[in-house]
């Protein structure tokens, strides 16, 4: 300032045209962390300087690349720890070169999560599994693998820890899956009491277990007759939700219930999909009583998903709200309903007969036959 007042004292024409251009940065932009490390939010696109340093667990899932894109795009980094180099290769795209890290992980391996999180001011973890595997059951993911990560979160003294937990999570629950998920919750905000647990609804989108299993499957087996009712997500919400609980600080310690707008049941969404891609699915209904120890012997002998012990319980369950905890509202977000998606979604299960070009007129129609091209 003192100088662009010299330079101005000593004649208007010489201050006019030699007064040095200053770079202006509003002072809202600099954030200062819990830890008192200086971050500069950006709003420029995905080639800007600044913005945080973000750990992605679990980044190579159908949710993952929804936050990682968003992150990157707006140009922060973002390390994605990984377990399969395939699995990860999609992620790399989605910000400038450099900006998306990968780094090979294991969650048995705390040396890789904490070299994961270390240099980072905000770690996600999206770490999660509706089966057992070979080799790990629900525990070793939910409990023991959300203890490791938040262990390191904690050694060095991470600014931010955002753990994914699941909807209708209870330690009393029938299900493995919501009990385990329930205790990874308690396990990680008793390590880092400022953990932002985030609780997703069933979500769909373009790589979803939801709209895709109905469509897909030319023979769909269930228990519960498509009874259990949920409030479906939109994965794109989830991934709008996690971004802006990166740039606000007030939802540190806070839980948040993300959900669709409206409750459906398995079986009216069935029927939506089947209006959608013109097609009708076979669907067989199985006593649970023969259902569990098939689903408990294809989770065994199948190396790709299928079903499960716990899956065909989950089917009994209807999602449950907690009403203490935050939802999208909270965030400023309008969550959106499935219906308005599924043309978006299943339009490549119809059938190549139905093509969605407008009528043709009878000129066309005439003019069609007119010319024979031979090309070869
Ligand atoms: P996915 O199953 O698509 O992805 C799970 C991620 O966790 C993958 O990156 C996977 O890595 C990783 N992972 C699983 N087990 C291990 C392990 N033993 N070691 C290291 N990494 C592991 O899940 P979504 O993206 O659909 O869901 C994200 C989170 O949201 C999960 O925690 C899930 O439980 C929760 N959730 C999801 C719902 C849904 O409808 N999708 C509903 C409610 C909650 P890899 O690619 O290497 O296998």
Not at 168 to 183: G, L
Request: glycine share 6%; proline share 5%; net charge neutral.
């Amino acid at each position: 300032m003192a100088l662009q007042r010299q330079l101005a004292r000593s004649g208007p024409q010489f201050a006019k045209t030699s007064l040095p251009r200053v770079q202006s940065r509003s002072l809202q932009d600099i954030a200062i962390t819990r830890t008192g490390k200086p971050i500069i939010r950006i709003s420029g696109g995905r080639s800007s300087l600044g913005g945080h340093t973000a750990t992605v667990f679990g980044a190579t899932g159908f949710l993952g690349r929804y936050i990682v894109n968003r992150l990157a795009r707006a140009g922060c980094t973002v390390v994605v720890p990984f377990r399969e180099e395939m699995a990860k290769r999609h992620l790399k795209v989605s910000g400038d070169l450099g900006r998306v890290v990968f780094l090979e992980m294991d969650l048995r391996n705390t040396a890789s999560i904490e070299e994961s999180v270390r240099h980072s001011d905000i770690v996600y973890n999206l770490i999660g599994r509706d089966y057992p595997t070979k080799n790990f059951d629900l525990e070793d993911v939910h409990v023991e693998g959300a203890t490791r990560i938040a262990d390191a979160v904690a050694k060095y003294d991470v600014d931010r820890f955002v753990h994914v937990s699941s909807h209708s999570v209870s330690k009393d629950s029938p299900s493995e899956f919501y009990r385990t998920k329930a205790r990874g919750e308690e396990a990680v905000r008793n390590i880092f009491p400022e953990t932002t647990i985030v609780r997703p609804a069933p979500l769909f989108g373009f790589e979803d277990r939801l709209l895709h299993r109905l469509a897909k499957a030319s023979n769909l087996f269930t228990s519960n007759n498509l009874q259990e009712r949920f409030y479906p997500v939109h994965a794109i919400d989830v991934g709008e939700a996690l971004e802006k609980m990166c740039h606000d600080d007030s939802t540190a310690g806070e839980t948040y219930e993300l959900y669709g707008p409206k409750q459906y049941q398995m079986a009216e969404i069935k029927e939506l999909v089947e209006r959608e891609i013109l097609k009708s699915r076979r669907h067989i209904n199985i006593p649970p009583q023969i259902m569990t120890p098939v689903a408990t012997l294809m989770n065994k002998l199948l190396w790709y998903t299928t079903m499960s012990k716990d899956s065909v319980t989950r089917e009994f369950l209807d999602q449950t709200i907690d009403p203490t905890a935050k939802t999208f509202k909270d965030l400023g977000i309008e969550p959106t309903d499935l219906a308005n998606f599924t043309y978006h979604y299943l339009q490549a299960y119809r059938s190549s007969s139905y093509y969605d070009l407008p009528p043709m007129t009878e000129r066309e129609k005439r003019e069609e036959k007119k010319y024979l091209h031979v090309l070869d």
